[in-house]
């Protein structure tokens, strides 16, 4: 019989493949408001919904493990030993995603005392004896010795499950060179980490490979072990009981008695009240959106045809666009500039080299020639206010901007969408968005291949794309989310864009003198220390300075990690307070020298041609949203040491300019506590002008403000910043180096005297358990699932988190919200000063001949101005010839 005329039997490892989904999705963005975690389920049936789209399986059954135990560990105590705890996030998962399973219509199948792989094994022999085309999906390799002409293995990729790499017997040969029925011998002689199956020492795969070709079998290598030469032979002959029984443990049952054949998992209709009963528990809004869009119960009969109506839209044609066709195009399919048009630049060697511009049911390729009269109506339409929809905006607005084309009308970008959505979970890309969102695999050719398998998707389906993820995130979007999207985030798009075009000028020859002399310094803490131990070693090495502190200097033990004993600067900074050494003390002194090298190296090689670094600024590289510097990070450039004050000397104001400015904001996160706490005490102390930390000090030691020591005004201090922190009497003990009582006794006259504070940060988290987020002043969510977990460690980080949420978040807004108004100042006023980086709290900026007046004015109205807060913004300002020396 054809292939093309049998059933399809699809047999799926459901431990296998929800693991995979669980690592491949972020934990944090999928959780339920009861807190249950929900992204394993969530990944392993989008991987379903594609494969029923895509495979079109007439019969379907999920096989799951019961327990660790079977008749291996039986056989083998140590199988599978190695393998970490189920972590706790995964718990309550697997029994969920049944539940779903079954209200999809799938069978799933168990049997105690084997794994899932027998289940699969059994179910493959057997439809392949009767008559089917059998597709395994799992991502266990012992899996590939069950492929056979009517046996497929569906393998996910790196990518988690998005992806399954077809292995069928010339893709097996291909790739190990052996059959795929062989493959358990190699495996058997390399040995298996997951497993806990040690195999032959300094035997690979490839020796492996060579050794089952040449001999055909495990069984008759063994029989001709003498005559493998060297230590490989040697180790083989030593350790062959290894391999025998790896082989033994490895080899997949196909024989396992079973309630289910082939012919009872025949695909069933799905039960529509009790798939939207467990979506909606589970909250899987556009996974129920995209089951319902199965027409009936989407089971096709045993051996129809495959159905010809596929569930995704296709994408439209594209077409080519130049002259008047594409000014017509702009002009009518924008309905003049009403309906949003998704935009993709495409880029190569020498810069912008096509556009991609689709809508709901259009999609066109712009091919980019630069200055030509006919593509006037592209660039007014760039210029133009008309809403365009992009996905990594700011890479496209600075493409644009080096090939002379300004972009407005930026109406949304799906990747700080997303971002804003799930703020624990990095921006992702097209593709993932395409696959999570719509669930579908955007094509996309392998970059390792020089023939790809995969053409390239057009840069303006590409863009189709586009339209459809951001429609189905639009629909995501809370009203304030919404909000922050529309007023923050996408106007500061263009801003980041042109500080990173900007860059900040730096003096060259000063990065590479600091280079040498910390070098030189390194060297020589490096030459101190092997004296005082009396040999050398290498500083760097974990595994050396263990053996160096433990054993031969015989200092009490850190904390344990998974290497022996931690050796991170700060266990070594409390071991050299408690246990002080020479030895530590230089050691101490080499790392904070090697670090600061390594930051200055870092500056020097990232100079550009013009003089000047261009960082690239991260809107979406935190779950508070601060901005993050990368490539390099001019954010982690220390300023309380002398060495890093050097550091910032050689950021200095360009050949055109006057001078620098910095400004900051002075105690924005406690005025920010003051003003969500309402805490009259810190009101008063902010809107009279007082030192903060000595008035709180004044109240808490129940003295004059005059009588506030440095010692009490320190303490209050680091109370102060630590409680929004969730800081511990423990760890404020630890940080002020006291005992755990009096640090106690100091919170407990803290919160005697502002109350509304202890109120407040009580009061934020069990908001926070109830609505399953926290949110900023301007509407900035950020979810918090871990607030009612049954784990008490990740309950209590959750804990400390979402105390402090509100207030950063809050102090990002401001500060981007200030960003805003400025860079609409500088443009209205027609200023050349430049705002140039943006550091935490901190803003640069390089001022123009004449405009240090102006800029001041703007800057400080500005940032002062950014909230609308109980208590005023005090915002500091400096100006100098350099970073450093603006400093205030």
């Known amino acids: 019989m054809p292939d093309s005329s049998k059933p399809t039997l699809m047999v799926i490892d459901g431990h296998s493949l929800a693991f995979r989904a669980f690592y491949a999705l972020p934990v944090d963005s999928f959780v339920t408001r009861d807190g249950q975690h929900t992204n394993g389920i969530h990944g392993f049936i989008s991987m379903l919904l594609l494969l029923l789209q895509n495979e079109k399986p007439t019969h379907l059954g999920v096989a799951f493990d019961i327990s660790r135990f079977s008749f291996r560990t039986r056989d083998y105590p140590e199988y599978k030993a190695t393998r970490s705890e189920t972590p706790p996030e995964f718990s309550g998962q697997v029994p969920l995603l049944q539940e779903a399973l079954k209200a999809l219509g799938v069978a799933t199948l168990t049997k105690e005392d084997y794994e899932a792989d027998d289940i699969l094994a059994t179910l493959a022999k057997k439809g392949a004896d009767e008559g089917y085309r059998v597709l ?45 029925h062989q493959y358990p011998e190699i495996a058997a002689l390399v040995g298996e980490t997951s497993d806990n199956l040690i195999g032959i020492d300094k035997v690979g795969e490839k020796t492996a490979v060579k050794w089952i070709k040449q001999y055909g079998s495990l069984e008759n290598l063994l029989e001709h072990a003498d005559e493998i030469k060297g230590v490989v032979g040697q180790n083989l002959r030593d350790q062959k009981e290894n391999a025998v029984r790896n082989r033994r443990l490895n080899r997949l049952l196909t024989d396992v008695e079973l309630p289910f054949g082939p012919d009872d998992l025949e695909r069933r209709p799905i039960d529509e009240n009790a798939v939207r009963e467990i979506f909606g528990r589970l909250q899987f809004r556009t996974l129920l959106e995209r089951v319902m869009k199965l027409e009936g119960n ?25 002259d008047e066709e594409l000014a017509h195009w702009l002009q009518t399919v924008s309905k003049q500039g009403t309906e949003p048009v998704a935009l993709r630049v495409e880029t190569g060697i020498n810069g912008v080299t096509g556009f991609g511009l689709a809508t709901e049911h259009e999609s066109a390729y712009v091919p980019w020639a630069p200055g ?30 080096r090939a002379g084309l300004p972009l407005r009308g930026i109406a949304f970008d799906t990747g700080i969408a997303g971002w804003l959505i799930r703020p624990g979970q990095k921006a992702p890309d097209l593709a993932t968005q395409v696959y ?30 586009v339209v459809r993820v951001a429609e189905q995130l639009s629909i995501q979007l809370e009203e304030g989310t919404r909000r922050v999207l529309d007023e923050i985030e996408l106007p500061l798009v263009p801003v980041l864009a042109r500080m990173e075009l900007d860059g900040v000028a730096v003096d060259h020859d ?60 700060a266990a070594l900074a409390d071991l050299q307070e408690q246990h002080p050494h020479p030895f530590l003390d230089l050691l101490l002194q080499h790392r904070d020298a090697s670090k600061l090298r390594q930051i ?57 300019f006057d001078t620098m400015l910095t400004a900051d904001y002075s105690q924005i996160e406690m005025r920010i506590m003051a003003h969500l706490s309402g805490d009259e005490g810190l009101i008063r102390a902010f809107n009279e002008g007082e030192d903060l930390h000595r008035f709180v000090g004044a109240y808490v030691f129940d003295v004059d403000p005059a009588d506030v020591t440095p010692l009490m005004r320190t303490k209050v201090k680091a109370m102060s910043y630590g409680l929004a922190y969730g800081l511990s009497a423990f760890g404020l003990s630890k940080q002020l180096r006291i005992d755990t009582s009096e640090a106690k006794q100091l919170m407990a006259s803290y919160f005697a005297r502002f109350g509304a504070v202890r109120d407040y940060l009580r009061n934020v988290v069990e908001q926070a358990r109830i609505d399953g987020y926290t949110e900023t002043i301007f509407g900035r969510r950020r979810p918090f699932g871990d607030l009612t977990s049954t784990n008490r460690v990740l309950r209590e980080n959750a804990e400390r988190a979402a105390l402090n949420a509100p207030i ?48 001041t004015e703007v800057v400080r109205s500005r940032m002062a101005g950014a909230a609308e807060l109980k208590v005023p913004l005090e915002v500091q300002v400096g100006t100098g010839a350099n970073w450093d020396a603006a400093a205030h």
């Open 298 to 322: 989407g089971a096709t009969p045993a051996g129809a045809p495959p159905v010809a109506d596929e569930l995704a839209p296709k994408a439209p044609a594209v077409r080519t666009l130049v």
């Open 136 to 180: 395994l999906v799992s991502g266990d390799r012992d899996t590939i010795q069950l492929v056979n002409d009517d046996v497929t293995l569906l393998y996910p990729n790196a990518r988690g499950v998005s992806e399954l790499k077809r292995y069928d017997r010339d893709a097996v040969i291909e790739r190990y060179g052996i059959e795929p």
């Open 436 to 465: 999570d969102l719509l669930g579908e695999n955007l094509p996309q050719g392998d970059p390792n291949q020089l023939v790809p398998e995969t053409d390239e998707t057009s840069i303006a389906t590409e863009a189709w794309y």
């Open 600 to 656: 200055v190296e870092t500056l020097e090689k990232s100079v550009d041609r013009d003089s000047r670094i261009h960082t690239t600024y991260d809107q979406t590289g935190t779950s508070t949203g601060r901005i993050s510097s990368n490539d390099p990070n001019l954010q982690n450039i220390p300023v309380r040491t002398g060495v890093g004050r050097d550091i910032r000397q050689a950021f200095v104001a360009g050949p055109e």
């Open 510 to 569: 000063l990065l590479k003198r600091l280079l040498t002399e910390l070098g030189d310094k390194a060297n020589d803490l490096a030459q101190q220390s092997f004296q005082v131990l009396g040999h050398e070693l290498n500083l760097g090495s974990p595994k050396q300075l263990q053996q160096v502190l433990f054993e031969e200097l015989g200092m009490p033990k850190t904390r344990a990690n998974k290497s022996g004993y931690t050796t991170d600067a």
């Open 372 to 401: 030509r009269p006919d593509y006037t109506a592209l660039e007014e339409w760039l210029a133009s206010d008309a809403p365009k929809l992009l996905v990594d905006a700011k890479a496209q607005y600075k493409a644009l901007a």
């Open 808 to 855: 950063q978040g809050s102090a990002a807004d401001i500060l981007k919200r200030a960003m805003l108004d400025i860079a609409a100042d500088l443009r209205q006023r027609d200023l050349r000063s430049r705002m140039l980086l943006q550091v935490h709290d901190e803003l640069v900026f390089e001022v123009a001949t004449g405009e240090l007046d102006a800029l």
